[in-house]
């Protein structure tokens, strides 16, 4: 999670924090990215080809306005 928040959304061109529509009333965050390149161990001269990937966060707490204070305590940046 701490490399999601500190090391792929802030390569993510044009971000401007992740929309609270993509969480789901049991609490689940999807967030899907066009490219993988945003992860830094993909080396992009290695990759030959270039695909995208949905990530989904499920946490304990099954309660969308609970699960919405635990991702912005984690410094998750949602959009107000």
Excluded: C, H, Y
């Amino acid at each position: 999670m701490k490399r999601l928040i500190n090391l792929a959304l802030p390569r993510v061109k044009d971000f401007r924090g992740i929309d609270l529509q993509n969480i789901d009333e049991s609490g689940n965050l999807n967030i899907g990215f066009k490219e993988q390149v945003i992860f830094p161990e993909i080396d992009t001269e290695k990759s030959k080809t270039s695909f995208g990937i949905q990530v989904t966060v499920v946490p304990r707490k099954k309660n969308r306005a609970m699960a919405i204070d635990l991702f912005r305590r984690l410094g998750l940046p949602l959009k107000k």
